[in-house]
């Protein structure tokens, strides 16, 4: 999609780029992919555990709950 050079600028772009079109009620927005992935994060933060891997505590639940079974193997099941 080529966008005219002042929407370009706009946008904060100045070479290629990814931009994210929405369409609601109101009409189209136009948002660039960065602007779209600070926002994600701006909403997730109060949600974000500090200092802690929120990965790493889901995988250690899972070993857990996986010796408390008897079994080791957290691959079990998968194909």
Known sequence: MNLPADVRR?????????????QDENGVLLT??????????????PFKADGRSVVDE????????????????MGAGRD
Do not use: C, N, Q, W
């Not at 706009?10 to 929405?22: F, H, N, Q």
């Open 10 to 22: 706009a946008l904060g772009l100045s070479g290629p780029g990814r931009v994210i079109l929405t």
């Open 32 to 45: 660039t992919a960065d602007h779209a992935l600070k926002r994600i994060r701006a909403l997730a933060a």
């Open 58 to 73: 889901l995988l250690a639940d899972r070993r857990e709950e996986a010796s408390r079974d008897g079994g080791t193997d």
